[in-house]
């Protein structure tokens, strides 16, 4: 049980946090990033199998995990609402080629992230040329480009 | 426009889409029949991860309150408290609990049985 119970509560928590912590907290991947998710997942590792080596308890903790995933996408169908709240909208960060300086502070984005986005998706080299730039749910910017 | 019909399934959700392929003129490997019945089993490996986890949390793969028992001498000097089901290359709990007859300070030895500690290596 303690198994489950572990794997619950350590996805809940997870969950949770980086709710709180912000979506560009994983969301653009520098080399930091990268180590800083990998010590997370030892962590996290340590804190769910504890010194249960066996293959029960390590499919028990899979199982937990994915099983909650799969229940909360099942809800996120059945009450949409759950959606906005479990993982977030849209917000939009520049319109034709003007940044909205209030929402990129509060949102902790800068002009050099979304540049960065626009060279590297559409190799554009200029804020004029962003029509629009959206920071999405899953932390990364996407751009649309002005019509030429 | 040709279309495939599949009597293989009964699904009432796909009871109006007979279709075998979707776009007709998309060089695709696409197969509508295959993929629901892979959705009808993918519904059933839930259930049975459901059932799995509620298996976990009644006790029923050890680590648990409700997986303790205990078993007792006839005297009742020696009373042990184990786990009903145990997990391989996984730590097992049992408890000896020795009330002993006399009220004397000395030792007390515990005898156990080598079937029982040659398999536990």
Redesign the interface.
């Known amino acids: 049980m303690d198994a489950i119970v572990r794997g619950f509560m350590m996805y809940l928590f997870l969950l949770v946090l980086f709710r709180i912590a912000g979506r560009r907290t994983l969301g653009q991947m520098t080399n930091f990033d990268f180590v800083l998710l990998l010590i997370i997942s030892e962590a996290t590792q340590n804190a769910m199998i504890g010194n249960d080596f066996s293959v029960t308890n390590g499919i028990l903790v899979i199982l937990s995990l994915v099983g909650l995933d799969i229940g909360f996408s099942l809800l996120k169908q059945r009450f949409p609402v759950l959606n906005r709240h479990l993982d977030g909208l849209p917000l939009v960060l520049v319109e034709q080629g003007r940044p909205v300086q209030a929402l990129m502070r509060k949102s902790r984005v800068d002009e050099q992230d979304i540049l960065f986005s626009a060279r590297e998706k559409h190799g554009l080299e200029r804020m004029e040329q962003i029509k629009y730039a959206v920071l999405e749910t899953n932390g990364g910017i996407s751009i649309i480009p002005k019509a030429e | 426009m040709l279309l495939g019909v599949s009597l293989s399934f009964i699904d009432e959700e796909i009871a109006h889409d007979f279709r075998s392929h979707m776009a007709n003129d998309l060089e695709i490997q696409d197969d509508l029949p295959f993929q629901h019945r892979h959705w009808r089993l993918q519904r059933v490996g839930?259930w049975v991860?459901?059932c799995?986890?509620a298996a976990?949390?009644?006790?029923l793969?050890?680590?648990?309150?409700l997986s303790r028992t205990t078993a007792q001498t006839q005297d009742g000097t020696l009373l042990v408290t184990y786990d009903r089901f145990g997990?391989?290359?996984?730590?097992a709990e049992v408890i000896l609990t020795v009330t002993p007859t006399e009220q004397e300070e000395g030792t007390f030895r515990v005898w156990f049985d080598s079937d029982y500690l040659e398999p536990c290596g």
């Open positions: 839930w991860i459901a799995i986890l976990g949390l009644l006790g793969f050890g680590h648990h309150p997990r391989a290359t996984s730590d």
